[in-house]
């Protein structure tokens, strides 16, 4: 019950902030796509910079958790594909959602309510390389026309490269400069709810059969692959537990702000989302319950 209701707290804040913009886009009609472009070019990229150059990386040492990683979120979107073609929606609506989850804003709390603190390098790389695929291969998708170069381009990528190479040189930026990078990165999350909140007031729960479509088949693909890979990447229990419980994790808010950007059934991609996190409160439970 207290894990249950620590997890129901750690969603609270997230289904508060939606709900405001729900609330702000039914008395107001408002355009999110300035705001949602801004997100993706400033405050996202702000975001990774500030996660990744406070600290340095051993990454040859999580080898097996960042191959996990990979098959994970590659095995959703062959899952998220062959669903899509069966229930006669776009792949590229279903797909993406199902690949690339809640990570950081949830997976990274949720670890260290598990595992306690020394979890947490652990956590971080399994954020650090779905964000990676995220930004680079979850973008190729959308938009075919982007070539690597372009993807490379990307100020999202350009700000993970440039995290990484701060946080193993161990460069200790000038305080106030990092103090307005953490500024600007603390406005992407709330940015992001606010702005799937506002989504909601155009489709409502029109796409709500997508919605729990893609809701249920996330966790459920991914629990069920950490599970086929577990035993061929060397994990410690501590750390097949974990991997199990990323596998469970509701999809990425940032998969709605790719779908505006890109075009691609924005209004959908929002009801798998945020369905998605509302029904993580029945399912976090479970997949602690099978891990633990």
């Known amino acids: 019950m207290d894990l249950a209701l620590r997890i129901v707290s750690i969603l609270f804040p997230m289904f508060a902030l939606v709900g405001l913009g729900y609330a702000y886009g039914r008395r107001h009609a408002s355009d999110m796509s300035v705001a949602n472009r801004l997100n993706m070019d400033v405050f996202i990229p702000a975001l990774i910079f500030s996660g990744l150059s406070g600290r340095s990386y051993d990454l040859t040492s999580y080898s097996g958790l960042a191959l996990g990683m990979v098959l994970m979120v590659l095995g959703s979107g062959a899952a998220g594909w062959a669903l899509a073609r069966i229930s006669g ?6 797909a993406p959602p199902m690949m690339f989850n809640n990570s950081v804003n949830l997976g990274v709390p949720l670890a260290v309510l598990a595992f306690g603190n020394e979890v947490l390098p652990w956590a971080i790389i399994l954020f650090v390389v779905s964000t990676g695929l995220h930004f680079s291969l979850g973008i190729w998708l959308l938009d075919h026309k982007t ?9 999202a990528v350009l700000a993970a490269a440039a995290g990484f190479a701060v946080g193993e040189a161990q460069v200790q930026l000038w305080p106030p400069l990092a103090i ?15 702005a799937l909140g506002v989504r909601m007031t155009d489709s409502g729960l029109v796409h709500w059969r997508h919605g729990l479509l893609g809701a249920v088949a996330r966790p459920v693909a991914g629990m069920l692959i950490a599970w086929a890979v577990t035993p061929l990447l060397g994990l410690t229990p501590k750390q097949s537990a974990l991997f199990l419980i990323y596998g469970a994790l509701p999809p990425a808010v940032v998969n709605y702000v790719f779908a505006e950007r890109y075009h691609q ?7 798998i989302v945020l369905i998605g996190n ?11 319950s099978i891990a633990l």
């Open 89 to 94: 929606q776009r792949a590229l609506t279903l």
């Open 147 to 155: 070539s690597v170069l372009n993807v490379w381009r990307n100020p």
């Open 180 to 194: 307005a990078i953490k500024m600007v990165a603390d406005i992407s999350i709330p940015l992001a709810l606010f």
């Open 265 to 271: 059934e924005p209004d959908k991609v929002a009801a």
């Open 278 to 288: 509302l029904i993580s409160v029945v399912t976090l439970p479970i997949a602690l």
